[in-house]
């Protein structure tokens, strides 16, 4: 008798699972989205953002996350303002250590060669010209900060490379550099 049992109850088991089957309509999904999304162009109008914006502004008066604000503009008048006010907010271990050269060896000594002549392996081979030697040049520490900030004539910007403090350890090391010509 209990064969009998196991055999109809297996048999009952077998009919109600194949009997939620039918290839011609499939079986409910949950979450279709997840199986059929819908494709969208990647610059195209969406109803995600508020007023039919492409994407949405940070609010007024933020900044980013590690930015450091510079107040000096950058202008000529933002420069001689630079050269007579900033002063480096290096303390007294980090002046004059071996991070400053090993920077400058790696974003100036190509225009400006090793001893800060103007006489880098680019000015030898002539693709700039006109790079000046620090020793012909009135700069303080607040001037070289601001130049490796904005860049000056034909010198580019180190804002993105370089952060704040690294730029200070720069003028400090080009500073030194200036002592010894």
């Keep these: ?4 049992y196991k055999t109809a109850l297996l048999l009952g088991i077998t009919v109600l699972v194949t009997s939620c089957h039918n290839n011609k309509s499939p ?4 979450f279709p ?3 059929e999304s819908a494709g969208y162009e ?3 109008e969406s109803a995600a953002f508020k007023n039919g914006k492409e994407g949405q502004l940070p ?6 996350r590690g930015f450091e604000p510079y107040e000096y503009a950058n202008t000529t008048e933002g420069y ?4 007579a006010n900033s002063k480096s907010p290096l303390d007294s271990i980090d002046r004059g250590s071996e991070k400053g050269k090993e920077l400058f060896e790696i974003y100036c000594i190509s225009c400006h060669g090793a001893s800060g ?3 880098g392996k680019l000015v030898e081979r002539e693709k700039f010209l006109g790079v000046p030697s620090y020793k012909d040049r009135v700069i303080t520490e607040g001037s070289i900060f601001h130049v490796v900030t904005y860049g000056l ?18 003028a400090d090391y080009v500073l030194k550099l200036k002592s010894q010509l």
């Design 1 to 4: 008798m209990k064969r009998v």
């Design 27 to 30: 079986n409910y999904q949950y």
């Design 33 to 35: 989205n997840m199986y």
């Design 42 to 44: 990647t610059y195209s």
């Design 59 to 64: 609010p007024d008066g933020t900044i980013n």
């Design 80 to 83: 001689e303002l630079a050269k």
């Design 117 to 119: 002549n103007g006489k």
């Design 153 to 170: 004539n034909s010198m580019g910007s180190h804002a993105n490379q370089l952060s704040a403090h690294e730029r200070w350890l720069v």
